[in-house]
């Protein structure tokens, strides 16, 4: 079931109307020098919303700079003095919470190691009842939507509405050219399930490094997702915490610059009439694709039921084989991508299994756990 949330517009808690909505800032605060001069470089851009800095990090290896802790406050507070920034920062524990309301810290965010943790993120959502500061949602380390839907229903519950999600990439154990990878599909459910909350792209920890970080950041333009979480400092090669991916002011101005912002909404013209027709057309193709699924389903059905009167095994390797080395060959006739359509088979040959799995052990079938 999906919890209808209640959740206020970006406009309700920022001022401007930026479009994108963009976060910058570094990843940790180091020194008073290092903050206000970011800050500085950051707010005359003239298109960033919301100073980001960490004061806690979470680091994998022990005896990594973990963070200034309290000692960053009065340097916040002084970036926030000198450019008008509101100020994020990332919070893991009730402690931390009550630390940045008692410094006047405006905007919240919750990092991707607080997500995976119910716990965590419930003793959070405890101190923060009552308070309606703005609470950002970073993905879990992996790709489990649940967890993230879960944190947010949980902080709103505490009715927490000024709220966002930020997607930061998911962990893989397969090497990529990303630190961790977009999985776009999960962000877009979220979006899908939570039309009204706000959510972000972090192409920094997204990418780990700062050669991609446009083409991921235009990727989430593209997509019409609401704004961009990146990470800055001003001398990017002396930071203290994840150095490879901090653009310097100037990069990330030439950076947002060179973003193309697309319409949600078409206008209305000839060209939205040619969209609707062309939007018309994948109706009736999809239409087409699940009346030729729920066929295919009926005949693995009666294999199953063949299979079973003749004790034959539900996977049978070579036909497998030929099934994919058929369709990869008419696939590639018809110009679609080998990697897709191989996804494609192997989501519905896994549905068959499990429907004739279903069928021996004499369940009839297709009921899901
Ligand atoms: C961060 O934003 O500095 C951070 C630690 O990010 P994440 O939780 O996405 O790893
Ligand atoms: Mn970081």
């Known amino acids: 079931m ?13 001022s401007g109307n930026h479009r994108p909505f963009v976060i910058a800032g570094p ?30 990090k979470p680091r994998t290896n022990p005896g990594s700079f973990e963070g200034v802790g309290a000692e960053g406050f009065p340097w916040l507070r002084k970036a926030k003095e000198q450019t008008g920034l509101l100020i994020a920062v990332e919070v893991a524990t009730p402690d931390h919470v009550k630390q940045c309301l008692d410094n006047g810290i405006d905007v919240l965010w919750i990092g991707a190691r607080t997500t995976v943790s119910p716990f965590a993120v419930n003793d959070i959502a405890k101190v923060l009842k009552g308070q309606n500061i703005p609470v950002l949602v970073k993905n879990p380390l ?21 709220l966002a999600a930020v997607h930061r990439g998911f962990y893989s154990y397969e090497k990529t050219k990303y630190r ?13 399930r939570y039309p009204t909350l706000p959510l972000l792209t972090d192409p920094s920890h997204l990418c780990g490094e700062t050669e991609l970080i446009s083409e991921v950041s235009q990727r989430a333009l593209d997509m019409g997702f609401d704004g961009l979480m990146i990470e800055s400092h001003f001398r990017p090669e002396s930071a203290l915490s994840d150095a490879r991916q901090q653009l310097t002011p100037s990069a990330l101005a030439e950076m947002l610059s060179g ?26 193709t999809d239409e087409q694709i699940l009346h030729a699924l729920s066929r295919r389903i009926e005949v693995v059905k009666e294999i199953g039921a063949l299979k079973k009167e003749r004790n ?9 084989n030929n099934i994919i080395s058929s369709r990869l060959e008419s696939g590639e006739k018809l110009g679609i991508e080998q990697k897709f359509l191989m996804k494609i088979l192997a989501m519905v040959h896994e549905e068959s299994i499990r429907i004739q799995t279903e069928i021996m052990k004499g369940n009839g079938a297709e009921k899901k756990d």
């Not at 973003?259 to 009736?284: C, F, G, Q, W």
């Not at 034959?312 to 497998?320: C, D, E, H, N, P």
């Open 2 to 14: 999906i919890a209808r949330l209640k959740i206020a517009s970006l406009s309700e808690w920022t």
């Open 27 to 56: 990843c940790s605060a180091e020194n008073e020098e290092q903050v206000l001069t970011t800050a500085k470089e950051i707010a005359e851009i003239g298109k960033i919303s919301v100073l980001r800095a960490g004061l806690w």
């Open 142 to 162: 992996h790709p489990d939507i649940q967890l993230w839907a879960g944190a947010i229903e949980r902080l709103n519950k505490a009715g927490i509405t000024r």
């Open 180 to 192: 961790n990878v977009p999985l776009w599909e999960i962000p877009i459910e979220l979006k899908r």
């Open 259 to 284: 973003l193309k912002v697309r319409n949600i909404e078409p206008a209305p013209t000839a060209e939205s009439d040619m969209l609707e027709s062309l939007r018309a057309i994948i109706d009736e």
């Open 312 to 320: 034959l095994t539900v996977l049978q390797i070579k036909r497998w």
